[in-house]
């Protein structure tokens, strides 16, 4: 099995899920529930507004070759809260357990106007997330350890 | 009734609504338009490319806690022009008077390569935005002042 | 026949297709060619998440006027790689010779946590893009050149 391979395939954008997320609740837990409470085993963020605080992102160093070293990636560790300009990203199961692996990319706004943002770690919901989660049918799409990025990668056996 | 509180709720994506809009419009105008026009009582932007001027945006200060107060929402105003990056965002109707109220956050970029952005409360379009609005069906949702929050937020009785 | 007008029109999302592109693939070459294999004519970036490199984008100047002159976008190249945080835009056919154009924002991450982005006009994947695009049905729109804003804008005849 090559754990590293391009694919396309076509899908289709089944049960769509609205849910208003509570402050305090734990961004990545929330997603989790939703899609376990209502058998989504593969799924993407349609939209998402609201605010987020205590928040851990991480981005690429510049100049980083393949594959990715833990220390080419910089953690950030921000308090906040920020405005939650952007969420992007998508939901599907690990090729190991089964288990719902989230690969999320936030954008944060602050009082100063500048933009912040990375490839989210942890997030608690500040005053409010108004989120849509959309479940993909028809796709057989596995996230593995891939042998070139040394990252979870989406697999296609 | 409680004007706080979590909701999780499948919901439908029905009609969907592409629009180009034109130098000058008044970006939150033509958005009520096209949703009144079309009987599109509940709406999300599916997606929305394009540039922006005369915008004025909001964001919250850091530290702040709950209910945010007024002083904590720090408000930015700029001519720009900027490129329309991303546009985030939903279309309620009121719980009071079931007038659309229309929740933005805008990612704009600037010459420099530096990106701004928050959530929005007013911008006319510059050239162009190429905006696509999907309906929300099956939803039962409201936009109504949370008693915690002190904003306008999401409310399912 | 008027290149520079306002339209609303009532399409439908159809076919989805997910993808991932691999280390070095060009993001413009690789979506034209999913969108040839899989005939999608008008189609909308859904949703796209991963890390960028190479990427040149344009962003507009402060206080730039219509019509927009050459001078007034401001070209920036980065070697990056970047997290990409957020990716917008949509595809339609040119009215001259119904050749795909892709009209493309991205949001990009840094390791200091700033962000940066712009109109893309070129750019290659780092480790990865898992990239969602939704063809879009029941619509006549073209891109043509604008006699006002002189960029390839949305024109319904």
Redesign the interface.
């Given at each position: 099995m090559t754990l590293?391979?391009?694919?396309?395939?076509?899908?289709?954008?089944g049960?769509?899920?609205?849910?208003?997320?509570?402050?305090g609740?734990d961004l990545f837990t929330s997603l989790k529930k939703?899609a376990k409470?209502?058998r989504i085993e593969r799924g993407?963020?349609?939209?998402?507004?609201g605010?987020l605080k205590d928040v851990v992102?991480v981005?690429?160093?510049?100049?980083?070759g393949?594959p990715?070293k833990t220390e080419d990636m910089?953690e950030?560790e921000?308090?906040?809260?920020?405005?939650?300009?952007?969420?992007?990203?998508?939901l599907f199961p690990s090729h190991e357990d089964g288990e719902p692996v989230i690969?999320?990319?936030?954008?944060l706004?602050?009082?100063?106007?500048?933009?912040?943002?990375?490839?989210l770690l942890k997030a608690t919901v500040?005053?409010?997330v108004?989120i849509?989660l959309?479940s993909?049918a028809g796709?057989s799409?596995y996230k593995a350890k891939?042998d070139?990025?040394k990252?979870m990668?989406?697999l296609?056996e």
């Open positions: 590293h391979k391009a694919f396309i395939e076509e899908i289709k954008l049960g769509v899920i609205l849910s208003r997320l509570m402050p609740d939703i409470d209502h993407i963020i349609v939209s998402a507004i605010s992102f981005n690429v160093r510049p100049h980083t393949m990715v910089i950030i921000e308090a906040g809260p920020f405005e939650l300009l952007s969420l992007e990203g998508n690969h999320l990319h936030a954008i706004g602050t009082s100063s106007g500048a933009v912040t943002g990375g490839h500040f005053a409010t108004e849509i959309g993909v796709s799409v891939s070139v990025t990252r990668e989406l296609k």
